[in-house]
């Protein structure tokens, strides 16, 4: 059992950064994988950005060169930094720890980022 917290939304102007964060109760070094997934007002959760135990990373086309998910296990802290950002990143951003014993992994509440143009 993992609590998954997130931080760091808000509300942006087009071109601006911010760095979200998911702070987690303990040990993330053993997952299977950290992820951070959004959700936009009427579409489906999407897989923004992915980094392994392994420490590969993965990130959807849409924010490939903008978006860098980075993890400090020391303090079992995962990081989204996201550079120019644009309207169509608007979401509930979700951190997610995935667990071979746990088919639907971990989830956080959200946090809401919000990018006017």
């Known amino acids: 059992q993992v609590q998954l917290v997130e931080s760091g939304g808000g509300l942006v102007q087009a071109g601006k950064s911010l760095r979200l964060s998911c702070a987690a109760s303990?040990?993330?070094?053993?997952?299977?994988?950290m992820d951070w997934y959004r959700q936009a007002p009427g579409k489906g959760r999407e897989l923004v950005a992915q980094i392994t135990g392994g420490g590969s990373t993965n990130y959807a086309d849409s924010v490939k060169g903008r978006f860098t998910i980075s993890v400090d296990n020391a303090m079992n802290t995962v990081y989204l930094q996201m550079n120019s950002l644009k309207p169509e990143d608007t979401a509930v951003y979700y951190c997610?720890?995935?667990?071979?014993?746990?088919?639907?992994?971990?989830w956080g509440q959200g946090t809401q980022v919000t990018v006017s143009s």
């Open positions: 303990r040990s993330i070094s053993n997952f299977n994988s």
């Open positions: 997610r720890a995935s667990s071979p014993w746990v088919p639907t992994g971990y």
